[in-house]
């Protein structure tokens, strides 16, 4: 089936940029999304980008989309202690998420003081 | 606007109960989707439905029921509960409208199931 890899800690300054990588194998993905969940909590989405799109950027967030390699990444500006989350990368097939999304298994953003 | 509602928000079951979890969205979406999320798991679909009457397996659908016989209710279904599927729940919606908007997934805050 299709996967979705991301690395699992990532550890930072407060800040800081922060980066975090994600790789797919679906290449007829239409939607790449980034989600953030905080402890205990539910899903927020924080952006996502359309397949024919290279970048996408929203106040402190950027995301990069390399098509060819097959490789999301999000980053985070000046990073904050506020930003300390599991941060899920996920697909959504050729289906636009209609028939589900594929989630990488999170990456953990470690804030340092 | 209620969004995707789910319950119950937590529940504890005894091995061998059995029990439906409740999802419901109030958005006319055309496709509801369960997922199980499990500590270092990620998130895992268990079964898909694109509209009413049409359900379909996803990654990990055993263990558990799912039927859609009303576009807004999507139910989910444990029919023998097991210690494995100790776990968070969560529904989510989607619809065509929604592909270019800047909310294409909609997510219920989840279910905080365990199973003694």
């Known amino acids: 089936g299709e996967d979705v890899e991301q690395s699992l800690f990532l550890s930072v300054r407060e800040g800081d940029s922060s980066v975090i990588n994600c790789t797919y194998t679906d290449s007829s993905s239409t939607y790449l999304y980034w989600y953030k969940q905080e402890p205990g909590a539910g899903l927020q989405l924080l952006t996502y980008?359309?397949?024919?799109?290279d970048m996408k950027q929203d106040q402190r967030l950027t995301v990069l989309l390399n098509k060819k390699d097959k490789h999301l990444s999000l980053r985070i500006a000046d990073t904050q202690t506020g930003d300390s989350a599991i941060y899920f990368c996920a697909e959504s097939g050729s289906g636009g998420g209609a028939d589900g999304l594929t989630f990488g298994k999170g990456t953990h953003l470690i804030i340092q003081p | 606007n209620a969004g995707v509602t789910q319950t119950p928000k937590f529940q504890v079951l005894k091995t061998g109960q059995s029990m439906t979890l409740q999802c419901a969205q109030d958005?006319?979406?055309?496709?509801m989707s369960w997922y199980r999320q499990d500590p270092g798991m990620g998130l895992r679909l268990i079964h898909y439905s694109v509209g009413a009457g049409i359900t379909d397996q996803g990654e990990v659908p055993n263990g558990y029921n799912v039927s859609r016989s009303t576009t807004e209710d999507f139910p989910l279904r444990l029919l023998s509960a097991a210690p494995s599927q100790t776990s968070v729940y969560f529904c989510?919606?989607?619809?065509?409208?929604?592909?270019?908007?800047?909310?294409?997934?909609?997510f219920g805050d989840g279910t905080r199931l365990s199973i003694l």
């Open positions: 980008i359309f397949s024919n799109m």
């Open positions: 958005m006319n979406h055309e496709y």
């Open positions: 989510a919606s989607t619809g065509e409208r929604e592909f270019y908007s800047n909310q294409p997934q909609h």
